[in-house]
C-alpha cells in the first residue's frame, strides 16, 4: 500500500445548535426584522389614517341631504380594517416565509448503516483502474463557456406582491389617466 491508501478518520458528526450550549436564534438567520417593521408601520399608518378619516366623516358637519356621507364614513373604516388585516396577514406570511427557509438552510444529513468507507486503494483524483487505463480528471474550464446564474433566490411572497403591485398600477392608470368622453 502505497501513502494513497492511508486510511483517513472519519469526522466527527456536527453537534446541533442546541448541543453546543448557545441558542439556535443566535446562529441561525434571524427574521428579516427590518422588512416586518417597514410593512407595520406603513400599514399600520395607512389603516389608522383610513380609520380615523371613516370617523371624522361620520362625526363632521355635512349637508342635510348628503346621502354619501354615511356611505363614505363606514367605507373608509372598512378599508382601513380590512387594510389592517392584509398588512398582518403578510407579515404572518413573511415570518412564515422566514421560518421555511431556515429549516430548508440547515444541513440535512441523510443516517447511514455503517461508518464510511475507506478511498480506493488507487486514490481519489484518478478515474479508472490503475491495471488498466487512468484518466486524469482535469479541472480548466472546457468549451469557452462563461460562467452561468444558476439559481436566484426569491420568496414566496414576491409572486403576489408583483401582481398585486401590477392590479394597482393598471386601476391607478385607469383612474387618472383613462378617456372620459
Given at each position: 500500500m502505497g501513502p494513497r491508501a492511508a486510511i483517513v478518520p472519519a469526522a466527527p458528526a456536527t453537534p446541533r445548535p442546541r448541543e453546543m450550549g448557545a441558542s439556535a436564534a443566535a446562529i441561525l438567520p434571524r427574521m428579516p426584522v427590518r422588512e416586518i417593521a417597514g410593512k407595520t408601520v406603513g400599514f399600520g399608518l395607512v389603516a389608522a389614517a383610513l380609520i380615523v378619516g371613516g370617523i371624522l366623516v361620520l362625526l363632521g358637519s355635512h349637508a342635510y341631504n348628503d346621502y354619501l356621507n354615511a356611505i363614505l364614513g363606514w367605507g373608509l373604516i372598512g378599508f382601513g380594517i380590512v387594510t389592517g388585516g392584509y398588512g398582518t396577514m403578510l407579515i404572518g406570511?413573511?415570518?412564515?416565509?422566514?421560518?421555511?427557509?431556515?429549516?430548508?438552510?440547515?444541513?440535512?444529513?441523510?443516517?447511514?448503516?455503517?461508518?464510511?468507507?475507506?478511498?480506493?486503494?488507487?486514490?481519489?483524483?484518478?478515474?479508472?483502474?490503475?491495471?488498466?487505463?487512468?484518466?486524469?480528471?482535469?479541472?480548466?474550464?472546457?468549451?469557452?463557456?462563461?460562467?452561468?446564474?444558476?439559481s436566484v433566490a426569491v420568496s414566496n411572497i414576491d409572486g403576489p406582491m408583483l401582481i398585486a403591485g401590477l392590479l394597482a398600477w393598471t386601476v391607478l392608470m385607469l383612474i387618472f389617466f383613462a378617456p372620459t368622453r
Open positions: 406570511l413573511i415570518v412564515y416565509d422566514a421560518r421555511l427557509r431556515r429549516q430548508e438552510e440547515q444541513i440535512h444529513i441523510t443516517p447511514r448503516g455503517a461508518p464510511p468507507a475507506p478511498p480506493p486503494p488507487w486514490g481519489m483524483g484518478d478515474i479508472g483502474r490503475p491495471d488498466r487505463a487512468v484518466a486524469v480528471t482535469d479541472v480548466s474550464v472546457r468549451g469557452g463557456g462563461g460562467p452561468r446564474l444558476m
